[in-house]
Structures are given as C-alpha cells and as structure tokens.
C-alpha cells in the first residue's frame, strides 16, 4: 500500500495561517531578542513577536499610503509617514529611532543634558550606540514585503525610516517581555489611556486592579507567547492598534510547542 504524506500538525497550519507568510522571521526576531536578554525565546513567543511588528508596520504604511494617495502617488516619500503619524498619535512607535533621523530632525524637540545645555544634532550623532539602531538594516527585506503587500514601493529615505522604527519598536517589545518574565507580572507597568481632544477622560482603575491580575505561567528562564502580549499591551496600550496587534498575535500563542 502506498504511503500517504504525513499531513502537517494542526500547530504548524495555525501558525501558517497567523502568519501568512511573515514579512520578520523567527531567527530575525530571536537575533532582536538575544541584543537585549539572555532567557530563551520561545517559538511562540517570536511568532506573536514577529505577528506585533507587523501589525505596526503594516499600519504605518496604510497611514502614509493615504497620504500619498492624496497627492495621486503610489511611491511613498518621508513627508508621507509623518503626515501618517500627525493624524493618528498611535502610529508614533519606535521613537528612539526619531532622533537617528533626517526626517524627524526638528519635530522632536531640543534635547537638553544634565546641565540644561542643548545638546547639538551632530552631538547626538556621534554618541549613537543604540542596538537596534545599528541593526536596523536587518528589517529592509520584511518592509520592502509590507510594502509590496500593500500596493505600494517607498523612496529608499523611508525605506530606512521603517528599518529603524522596526528595530527600535521590537527591541523594546522584547526588552519588556524579559521584564515580564524577571518581575513575574506586568504589575510594574500601571496603564496608559489615550484620551482624543475634546473626550472625557476614563476613570482611574481601582488601586487593586493591577494586583488581581494573575500570575504568569511558565519557568523564568523563558520568554513564552503570553509574555509577548503583556509587553505588547505596554508598548501599545489601549488603543485601536494596540487591539489590533494582540488580535492577530494572539493566536500564535495558542501552539501547545511553542511555549
């Protein structure tokens, strides 16, 4: 009798499906997360990682898509992610990024030192020794893809900006899920509410609510999925995108190998 193929483990199809072709490998976002932590990543935990940074990618692009569509172009230029930021307050991830860049120079403030002396632009420049800065190189092939996915090609100017904002962005996605991990809980964090002009502003949480969350599961020497949503809810807190994000990523953490 004829062998039949081994058919694939349902984990591997759900993994597949959330993914669909994931635009960050895995060995990328693990690379990510050994810049920042020693623990060990699971594989959950860079596919929901990775689902994130997409998410957030994804986003940007639309918002800068729409600018450009306004002007009748399809080549996205650095005035359009700006423009993209401006008109949704969540699209500004990333933002250590911001000062490495000729795009954001004079939208994000002076810089001051110790002293309350300004700090010149090419200052900065020679002191820049932030990982994910460097590394930013690593993530042009995953957003040339979000690119391509959403009809649209970019100057290399942003090209480079979306690097850099991808890099920085889940670099510290994985810098807060080691704290999870270490702290046992996102207890430590508290909770950031974005509020739009002209709303009333939510009532504070009550003083236990952060304690009656439970525990985390799992060892301390791993990064599990479920650690990757708490950070997300840190690094996105409240908000469409940040909903969005733990939406598609969630499934990802539900593989019973993935840790």
Do not use: C, N
């Amino acid at each position: 009798m004829t062998a039949q193929p081994a058919r694939p483990k349902p984990s591997d199809l759900r993994a597949a499906s959330v993914m669909g072709g994931p635009p960050f490998k895995s060995p990328l976002v693990k690379a990510v997360f050994r810049d920042v932590t020693a623990l060990h990543v699971s594989r959950s935990a860079a596919w929901a990682a990775a689902s994130v940074t997409r998410t957030v990618v994804t986003e940007i692009v639309v918002g800068a898509r729409r600018a450009a569509a306004e002007e009748g172009r399809t080549r996205l230029v650095p005035r359009d992610l700006v423009s993209a930021i401006d008109r949704d307050v969540e699209l500004e991830v990333g933002s250590r990024w911001y000062d490495h860049s000729p795009t954001f120079r004079g939208l994000t403030g002076v810089l001051y030192d110790a002293e309350g002396v300004v700090v010149p632009s090419r200052g900065r420049g020679r002191s820049r020794k932030v990982g994910a800065v460097v590394g930013a190189h690593r993530f042009e092939a995953g957003v040339r893809k979000v690119l391509r996915g959403q009809g649209v090609t970019a100057v290399p100017a942003l090209v480079r900006d979306l690097d850099g904002i991808a890099s920085v962005f889940l670099t510290d996605l994985a810098r807060d899920a080691a704290t999870v991990v270490r702290e046992g809980g996102v207890g430590r964090f508290g909770a950031v509410t974005l509020v739009m002009p002209g709303e009333p502003a939510s009532p504070p949480p009550r003083k236990d609510s952060f304690r009656a969350r439970p525990a985390r599961r799992g060892d301390g020497r791993t990064i599990g999925g479920d650690d990757v949503l708490a950070a997300t809810r840190v690094q996105l807190p409240g908000g469409r995108l940040g909903q969005r994000a733990l939406a598609e990523a969630r499934p990802a953490t539900q593989s019973p190998s993935g840790g």
